[in-house]
């Protein structure tokens, strides 16, 4: 929303210089973008929260700023006693014929009159200025009058032209979906189903809230109008914007929610403005089509609340001028008679109007500001108002909850494993939960049996990864040209499951090495089990690719298994006996079935290893010991005979001489 | 007899192979081979045995002898060795040392894990959930029903709902971690302090401080008195703590359906030091922790009694805390693998 510092002069003096005000606004809620600097003039750009519409007029910002400097607007006056009617009641002269159908579910209220022999043609230049200025083009007269008032008051206002409106019949209803709807810039568009619309007897002439129909438009041969001031349903006007994937002026204002009570004073404004500058009459009496009244709502603060909430204590003064600045038009009530005791302490909200005991505020909130329903909007508009930036600053005091939480996650595990890889020589890095088709196929899965994006930003991003293979080769090629030894690991999810009944998502740990072989990788992986008090072999979990080692370990499997819970096992008393043995075994014959067969010979074997591997040729270290005493020569003799023997049983090897 | 023997030998051996100069080698020698060393004291009491028995144990004490003299020689040699190999090339001391080959943890991980650490201190306890959620947690437990606008500023990613009986537009990728709220919320009772660091995802196109996939950290607490002075202060404190003591905060007011009053922070740009730069959009301010008191419909919606209980909740844009730290200008350069990146961490 764009609003120049000479529009919002026109409704009140400013004291803050722009800089200054821009800061303040952006406290209270108004979050100011950019300040430009033109001609005699400043630009200020808003970002305007969804819960904000009347933030999207000039009048609505002009009426912050008062709140901020503690000042009253001055509304923008009508000339109640024109000299071609009298605009406070306009009264016609002549009534010219139509007939509305609506329906205050799709189209709460429906504000308007006709104006007779208008001349449309171009703008006068000061109304041209000010839309130019900000960003708004101008068109001709009539439409540029009902979008200026919109700008000023926050209501959007449409013009037909009379004369094509069929049979001077106007339906509001919902599209079927699928008609053929031709918008005021020319753009035809396909109407989604539900869409509010307003039908002659012939044709769709109105996408309500939206943008209006071409064949209705207000062109240079228009002498008759009819002024549409409505208020649209936000939801209705919210589904229809994305199903076309069109917003405007108009309809960011009524998703939010349009001044429902502001309708009367618009129409008449932009009445006053089409006399000045298009001339004509009025040929009707006004339209004012609604179910419901419309009027300013009452909302109670009780003290003890606010203070209970914000933490600090306002004085009473300061609330009651706050609150006043803002147009609340606050009124303190205390208790009217002692406190009692009540069986029951607790109070419902807004039971305090009667009976009352404890002392409340009472505010009457402006249609403009829909956003203010409950206690707790109140409260945060005197914080706001009051600055978050003046507040002091506390530690909670409660007790520090001891019971468990579900979805407990220690981040000391994760911290522990990482630790280890990149003592190991590994370096971590974060890539993206979206991936390819292509990077889903490079590594022999099916994209049709992948988790999707309905709506991916790009196709490079459109698949949820089901494992980290592809973005790590990636992330090692890329570090190809740069570096010769390159070891880089993950922790992150991968997305399982071929449909969305299926899903699940897992941590996964993934490796890849170009400067580390097989048995280093898997070393370093069965150091990390170790580490985790966990034993598995982690031989399934490598493998040799083009690019280097890849290693992918099952996350949450893992910690499933994990054991932190170290005891200490005291030292043995007594030396080890250590020898080394040369085995002459076929290479067909694994190693790990040579060690299990040495190891289960004797419990006094505490240790096997593979020391070397030459041709057929492994060397053993096997470490014996006894925990309660020293080992002889001849014990260990008789195992080493055990050893051999089974081994030459079971595999045909023998100890090489 | 014969058992003492062999404890010598082994008590030998087993210290010569540790040992790593000829001081201590010399010493162990005094100790064991010396006039009254332990083994020259065993071979003295095998005058005190039968007869019959003298020659066994005394080729026995002479094996010992020998096992020990060679081992002590060999280690000897390798030692005098080494030294000699040492001081016939004449080091360079200049020279740089050989660095291990150790990888680094990435810049995000240093600075989650001194998250965590920093909320632990406040007793807060980490929680981590789903990233593919539904719009219900996403969404509408945390006062944000469909069709609302505020929809907009977390544009969505749907899954695709093919092969599968889930309704489309009912399961997404989570846009904020805030969706843990109403899953925690609704197992447990107050008093609540929790965190949950995570992955979200957003339908935005990339630039230097946006990027389709973020991180966050959720926090929330939960308990009879809470007040808005103490969000203003915890906030403070976590800033402070990780960022340094003399940054520069800032609060605002801003909307977020789920809280009221809403709060969104601010600290100055360490990019440009307030000076204004594209990553701040030239504002010397980058929007670091959205936050607020919880809405009294969210606590509605998790059965918990506004009148009796209420909270604050936060979010810390992790993604944008560790640019900020580290003074890196553009988000993207945080799942760049390029280890002349990550090598700096």
């Known amino acids: 929303m764009l609003a120049p510092l000479s529009w919002l002069k026109e409704y009140l003096d ?8 821009g800061e303040r606004l952006t406290e209270v809620g108004l979050g100011t973008e950019k300040i430009t600097k033109i001609d005699n003039d400043v630009i200020f750009e808003f970002e305007i929260t969804p819960n904000r519409p009347d933030l999207l007029s000039i009048i609505g910002i002009a009426r912050e700023i008062a709140a901020i400097e503690g000042k009253k607007v001055k509304y923008p006056g009508v000339n109640v006693t024109h000299p071609r009617g009298v605009i406070g009641s306009l009264k016609p002269k002549k009534i010219l014929p139509l007939k509305i159908k609506t329906n205050a579910t799709i189209n709460p209220r429906f504000t308007g009159i006709i104006i007779d022999n208008v001349i449309v043609k171009e703008s006068p230049s000061w109304l041209k200025d000010k839309l130019n200025l900000i960003g708004q083009r101008p068109i001709n007269n009539i439409v540029d009058i009902t979008n200026y008032v919109m700008l000023e008051l926050g209501n959007p206002i449409h013009a037909f032209d009379y004369h094509k409106v069929k049979d001077h019949l106007m339906t509001v209803e919902q599209a079927k979906g699928g008609e053929s709807f031709k918008s005021v810039d020319g ?47 936000p939801i209705l006007i919210r589904q229809t914007s994305q199903a076309l994937g069109l917003r405007s002026n108009a309809s960011s204002i009524f998703e939010r929610g349009v001044n429902a009570g502001g309708t009367i004073d618009a129409l008449k404004k932009c009445v006053d403005l089409i006399f000045e500058i298009a001339g004509g009459e009025i040929a009707s009496e006004i339209y004012d089509l609604k179910k419901e009244a419309f009027e300013p709502w009452k909302l109670n603060l009780r003290l003890s609340r606010l203070k209970h909430i914000l933490g600090i204590e306002i004085p009473e003064k300061k609330i009651l001028s706050i609150l006043s600045n803002l147009n609340l038009l606050p009124q303190v009530s205390y208790p009217s008679f002692p406190r009692k005791r009540e069986s029951s302490p607790r109070l419902d909200r807004g039971s305090t109007k009667s009976g009352m005991t404890e002392s409340t505020i009472e505010c009457t909130i402006p249609t403009y500001r829909n956003d203010l329903k409950i206690e707790e909007d109140l409260i945060e508009e005197l914080a706001r108002i009051y600055g978050y930036n003046n507040f002091p600053k506390t530690l909670p005091v409660g007790q520090i909850p001891m019971q468990k939480i579900p979805y407990f996650k220690d981040y000391r595990i994760d911290e522990k494993i990482k630790n280890i890889l990149t003592s190991s020589g590994f370096s971590e890095v974060y890539t993206y939960s979206l991936i ?65 009944d299926e899903a699940k998502e897992n941590y996964c740990l993934s490796g890849i090495s170009n400067n580390k072989n097989y048995f280093e990788v898997k070393g370093i992986i069965e150091r990390l089990y170790e580490d985790l008090g966990t034993k598995e072999n982690p031989s399934m979990c490598i493998e040799i690719i083009n690019e280097g080692v890849f290693f992918k370990l099952n996350y949450s499997k893992i910690l499933s298994k994990i054991n932190l819970q170290k005891k200490f096992t005291p030292l043995p008393k007594y030396p080890p006996i250590i020898e080394d043995l040369a085995i002459v075994a076929k290479p067909n014959i694994k190693t790990v079935e040579l060690m299990d067969e040495i190891k289960k010979q004797n419990s006094l074997i ?3 290893s593979l020391l070397d591997q030459f041709e057929e040729t492994r060397t053993f270290h096997i470490i014996y010991q006894h925990r309660e005493r020293n080992l002889t020569t001849d014990e260990v003799a008789q195992i080493r005979e055990k050893i051999l023997k089974s081994l030459k049983q079971k595999f045909g090897a023998r100890l090489k001489v | 007899m014969e058992e003492s023997l062999i404890q010598i030998k082994n008590a030998a051996v087993s210290l010569i192979l540790e040992a790593e100069d000829l001081k201590t080698l010399d010493e162990i020698k005094l100790q064991f081979l010396g006039r009254s060393g332990k083994l020259s004291l065993a071979i003295k009491d095998i005058g005190k045995l ?35 190999n040492i001081k016939k090339k004449e080091i360079d001391a200049t020279a740089p040392g050989i660095k291990p080959n150790i990888g680094h943890l990435h810049p995000m991980s240093q600075v989650l894990y001194e998250v965590v650490d920093v909320f632990k201190s406040l007793g807060f306890k980490a929680a981590d959930g789903p990233e593919i959620e539904t719009d219900y947690y996403n969404f509408e437990v945390l006062n944000i029903p469909k069709d609302h606008p505020a929809r907009d500023t977390q544009q969505t990613l749907y899954l695709d709902t093919r092969n599968s009986k889930v309704t489309p537009g009912e399961v997404i990728l989570r846009t904020q971690t805030s969706s843990m709220q109403g899953r925690v919320m609704k197992k447990v009772k107050p008093p609540l302090r929790i965190i949950v660091p995570g992955k979200n995802f957003r339908y935005e196109q990339v630039d230097s401080s946006h990027g389709f996939e973020f991180w966050q950290v959720e926090g929330f607490l939960v308990d009879k008195n809470v007040r808005l002075t103490d969000l203003f202060g915890t906030i403070d404190y976590i800033l402070r703590q990780l960022m340094g003591q003399s940054i520069k905060i800032k609060f605002a007011t801003t909307n977020f359906p789920f809280v009221e009053p809403g709060v969104d922070t601010y600290i100055e740009c360490t990019v440009c030091k307030g000076q204004g730069c594209s990553f701040c959009k030239m504002s010397g301010w980058s929007e670091i922790m959205p936050a607020g008191m919880i809405h009294p419909n969210v606590l509605k919606a998790v059965r918990y009694n506004p009148q009796e209980v209420g909270g604050f909740a936060f979010a810390i844009g992790l993604s944008r805390l560790v640019t900020l730290r580290y003074q890196m200008d553009d988000l993207r350069l945080l799942t760049n693998p390029d280890l002349r990146i990550l090598e700096q961490f």
């Open chain 1, 14 to 21: 400013i004291t803050l210089s722009p800089k200054e005000l």
């Open chain 1, 187 to 233: 753009i035809s568009y396909h109407l989604p189903k539900g869409a509010v619309i307003i039908s002659d007897s012939e044709t769709i002439i109105d996408l309500c809230g939206i943008k209006g129909g071409f064949n209705s438009a207000t062109f240079k041969d228009t002498k008759t109008i009819f002024i549409r001031v409505p208020v649209e349903n």
């Open chain 1, 436 to 500: 390819s088709e292509k990077d889903i196929e490079s590594v022999g899965i099916q994209p049709e049996k992948t988790l999707r994006i309905d709506n991916p930003t790009s196709r490079e991003f459109e698949y949820l990864r089901p494992t980290l293979k592809p973005n790590l080769i990636k992330a090692l090629l890329q570090n190809v040209p740069n570096n010769e030894k390159i070891s880089l690991f993950e922790l992150g999810k991968v997305y399982k499951g071929e449909n969305l």
């Open chain 1, 606 to 608: 505490v240790d096997v």
């Open chain 2, 50 to 84: 039968p007869k019959e028995q003298r020659p066994e144990i005394g080729q026995l004490a002479n094996e010992v002898k020998k096992v020990i003299e060679e081992t002590l020689a060999q280690k000897i040699s390798n030692i005098k060795y080494q030294i000699s």
